[in-house]
């Protein structure tokens, strides 16, 4: 029977000893803090009450990008620090991070002029780390770039240049990147409650949800990272905490690349909400999103709305030809936003309106709590929660290398295909059985990658492997429920499980994939 790899894991995390820093959380946030601190020497333990990347972090709309909707807000500083984010991104992670072209379309004479003196403005606070200068196409050029636009009333449009990624990979990444550096990470390790010491936190109560043992662990700080979710901690310590959060939704849908061929982005600036609209290629598909609609709690699969389905592809139609309609929906998803409130307000009004900074807070017992933010910037979130718990526990303070830090599987080499994620790892990957064994027809994934996840990735159910570890669900969720009968064996044999538990993985899987698919 094979060695399963989570026993290691879970020795490593309960081992008696006091931790220098816990953080509670592995999405981005968390798992940028647990890079910083592990990176600065810092023994340090990381929990996930479900999978890396599970909820938020796995589900934008794929931009390492510094905002120009931010821009037009006239938040010039939010723009500028993600900016220069972007940039270190693109240098730390080549094969996760690549420059994308997005053109701005003009239909109005006095588009062009307008945008583009912004997204000029835009270029200069990139400075040094601008990807590309933005410039003005006529219609010939811009219909050149992106054959799907309507040509009717096009007058040209402005090309500017940001980045873009694969969400839940670069999770993967950082993830393998704090293993690296000597850190520990477990998920399906749910908190269930704080220890708390003369009014002080001095660690946590873990469940592992696969057992359902409950095991204490202690740190001289202790980081709650869960984004949405950081109000469900902050009450183990406060019962009455008032709510720092107002969680907002962005839905997205993936429609076949025929849409939206070419190798350039669609940025619509201004949609009937107010929101930006991007229609984006990747992995083969292209993304549209996104929505901004305020939710009244957090759930781990949320679900879209009528009328936000609507409002994508009714946006999309009136710049794309052809229009796509819901029968082109091949995959939608959800990502909920940690939009902090602001503590004069009571936290009425729209979303809009919310900060879209991070925020660390320091609660009387010492429970650092880090939320808000976006994937762009999450080595400075990290950064500047290591440079606040540091003092607080009593941490020799030393300076960040992660500006320049190579994460794993760092390559430069040029490629292409859906290989190109896993770096210096790929030829590994490619080593294992089932590298030339395709996992469906409409998919671009093959079963030695299910191996990998498994084994080095720490992927403990098919959702895992299906959702995050590759990206099928998000892909197409139809072909993915498929595939789901053969992920699951693969995943029973690399566990020394027993076909009745492929049965159940099977089944919890295509009951999820049914959320992601709409109605015909």
Do not use: C
Request: without cysteine.
């Amino acid at each position: 029977m094979p060695q399963d790899p989570r026993s290691a894991l879970l020795s490593a995390a309960t081992t008696p000893q006091t931790w220098d820093i816990l953080v509670i959380g592995g999405g981005a946030s968390g798992l940028g803090t647990a890079v910083e601190a592990a990176t600065r020497g810092h023994r340090t333990l990381l929990l996930e009450g479900h999978d890396y990347a599970k909820g938020t972090s796995s589900r934008s709309t794929k931009l390492v990008h510094g905002g120009v909707r931010y821009l037009a807000q006239g938040n010039v500083s939010l723009v500028r620090e993600a900016l220069r984010e972007r940039g270190l991104l693109r240098k730390n992670a080549p094969h996760l991070v690549h420059d994308l072209g997005f053109l701005v379309p003009a239909y109005d004479w006095w588009a062009g002029p307008f945008y583009g003196i912004g997204l000029k403005l835009y270029d200069l606070l990139a400075g040094k780390l601008n990807l590309g200068s933005s410039k003005y196409l006529d219609k010939t050029e811009a219909l050149a770039r992106t054959s799907t636009l309507k040509p009717d009333g096009l007058r040209g449009g402005i090309l500017y240049f940001d980045g873009q990624f694969d969400d839940a990979r670069l999770a993967i990444t950082l993830l393998r990147t704090f293993e690296d550096h000597g850190g520990v990470a477990l998920n399906y390790a749910p908190v269930v409650g704080l220890i708390m010491e003369e009014g002080k936190v001095v660690g946590a109560r873990f469940r592992d949800a696969e057992t359902g043992h409950e095991h204490d662990v202690r740190a001289r700080a202790v980081v709650n990272a869960t984004g949405v979710w950081v109000d469900d901690i902050r009450r183990m310590e406060k019962p009455d905490a008032e709510p720092m959060l107002s969680p907002s939704q962005g839905v997205h849908v993936v429609v076949d690349r025929h849409f939206l061929p070419g190798d350039n982005a669609i940025m619509i600036p201004r949609t009937d909400d107010g929101r930006v609209l991007f229609a984006v290629p990747w992995h083969g598909s292209v993304v549209i999103g996104t929505t901004d609609t305020p939710v009244p709690q957090a759930s781990f699969e949320p679900r879209p709305l009528e009328e936000e389905i609507a409002f994508i592809l009714s946006t999309a139609g009136r710049y794309l030809s052809p229009a796509p309609t819901k029968s082109d929906v091949r995959s939608v998803y959800v990502g909920l936003r940690p939009l902090v409130k602001s503590e004069q307000t009571d936290g009425a009004g729209s979303t809009a309106s919310l900060s879209r900074d991070h925020i660390i807070r320091i609660s009387d017992g010492g429970l650092i709590t880090l939320t808000g933010g976006k994937w762009t910037t999450y080595r400075r979130m990290g950064e500047d929660t290591i440079n606040r718990a540091e003092p607080l526990a009593g941490l020799a303070q030393r300076l960040t290398v992660t500006p320049g830090l190579h994460l794993h599987g760092w390559s430069e080499e040029p490629r292409d295909d859906h290989w190109r994620v896993y770096g210096s790892d790929a030829a590994q990957v490619q080593s294992l059985p089932g590298a030339g064994t395709p996992l469906h027809p409409d998919l671009p994934y093959t079963e030695a990658e299910l191996r990998w996840g498994v084994r080095f990735e720490g992927a403990r159910t098919v959702e895992d492997l299906l959702a995050r570890r590759t990206r099928a669900l998000l892909l197409n969720a139809r072909a993915s429920s498929e595939t789901a009968p053969r992920a699951a064996a693969i995943l029973a044999e690399e566990l020394g499980r027993d076909a009745a538990w492929a049965e159940l993985q099977t089944q919890s899987y295509q009951d999820l994939a049914r959320g992601y698919q709409l109605p015909s």
